[in-house]
């Protein structure tokens, strides 16, 4: 017979962790701008490449100490 499984646990704490990479891009205050350019290129095209950065380590982070 197999065992019945625990119920999935998603109440740790660094999930928390995700929340700036999920919140900051929804507020267009902060980077709808032209200035500064990075290469040429316009504020909100390069911080947008950074917001994806940032949420593919946040995740992996979470991933990392999450998992069991």
């Given at each position: 017979?197999?065992e019945?499984?625990?119920?999935?646990?998603?109440?740790?704490?660094w999930?928390?962790?995700?929340?700036?990479?999920?919140?900051?891009p929804?507020?267009?205050?902060?980077?709808?701008?032209?200035?500064?350019?990075?290469?040429?290129?316009?504020?909100?095209?390069?911080?947008?490449?950074?917001?994806?950065?940032?949420?593919?380590?946040?995740?992996?982070?979470?991933?990392?100490?999450?998992?069991?």
């Amino acid at each position: 017979m197999t065992e019945p499984r625990s119920p999935r646990s998603d109440r740790s704490p660094w999930n928390w962790v995700l929340l700036p990479a999920v919140v900051i891009p929804l507020i267009p205050l902060l980077f709808n701008h032209a200035e500064p350019r990075l290469l040429g290129i316009p504020l909100f095209y390069w911080l947008q490449l950074t917001f994806i950065l940032v949420s593919v380590a946040a995740t992996l982070i979470v991933y990392r100490v999450t998992r069991r």
